[in-house]
C-alpha cells in the first residue's frame, strides 16, 4: 500500500495555546482511518493540517509525492479544490442555494459547464437517497438530509480524500449511522481514503482503523507503511 497522507512531527500553536506537538500520522490509499482523543487533544487542528486548512508551525504533511506544508495559499487551495471533499459537523451548505446547486458547486468550481454539473449532482444525490429534493434549500431539509447533500457535496468530484470532522454530531443515532453507512460504503466501491474525527466509537468503528491523540501528540500506531 502506499501512503496518501503523512504528517511528520507537526507542530502548531494557537498564539500560547499548543494544539499539536510533534504529532505523526499516516493513512494508505483507500484506508478509512478514524481519529479519537478527548476534548481538546488536536484533532481537529490535525485533520485541518492534512487537509492544508492550517500551515504546521514546525513538521511536515505529504499528500501522496507533494509537500503540502511549503505550498503557497493558492496551491493549496487549488489542491483542496481538486482532490479533497469535506463534510463537517453541521452541513455547511450554501443556505442560498439549492440543495442540487450545492451538490453542484464543487465542480461548476472546477470549471465544468453547468449542464454536465448538474446532471452528476442528479445522479450522486440519487445515489444517495435524495431524490425530489434537489430543489430545496437547507432551511427546507431535516439535519439527516442536509447531511447527506453535504456528503452528496463532497463526494461528487470524485475526490481522493474525504475529511470528515463530527459528521454526524448533529444526528440521531439512526440518522447518524445512516451517514456513516453511505460515506463509508461510498468510499470504499471508489477507493476514497477517508479521514474521520469523531467522539463516537460507534462512528469509529466504521473505521479500518483508529488512531488516538492526546495533548496533540497521536498516542496510538500512526500507520500500517
Ligand atoms: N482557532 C483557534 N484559536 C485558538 N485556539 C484554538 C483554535 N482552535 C483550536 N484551539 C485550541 O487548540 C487545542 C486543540 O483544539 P482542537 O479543536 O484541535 O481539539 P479537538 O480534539 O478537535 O477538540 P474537540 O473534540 O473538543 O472538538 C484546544 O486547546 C483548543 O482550545
Redesign the pocket.
Known sequence: MTAMLRARSVSL???D????RGADFLVDTGEIVAIM????????????CLAGILVPDEGEIHVGGERLDTMGEAARSALRRDRFGFVFQFGQLVPELTAAENVALPLLLSGMRRAEAARRADLRMAELGLDGLGGRRSGELSGGQAQRVALARALVAEPEVIFA??PTGSLDSLTGEQVMDLLVGTAREQGTTVVL?T?DARVAAYADREVM?RD?RVTSPVGTS
Do not use: Q
Open positions: 500553536s494557537f498564539g495555546t499548543p494544539a499539536l482523543g478527548p476534548s481538546g487533544s488536536g484533532k481537529s487542528t490535525l485533520l485541518h470532522d463530527e474525527v467522539h491523540v496533540g
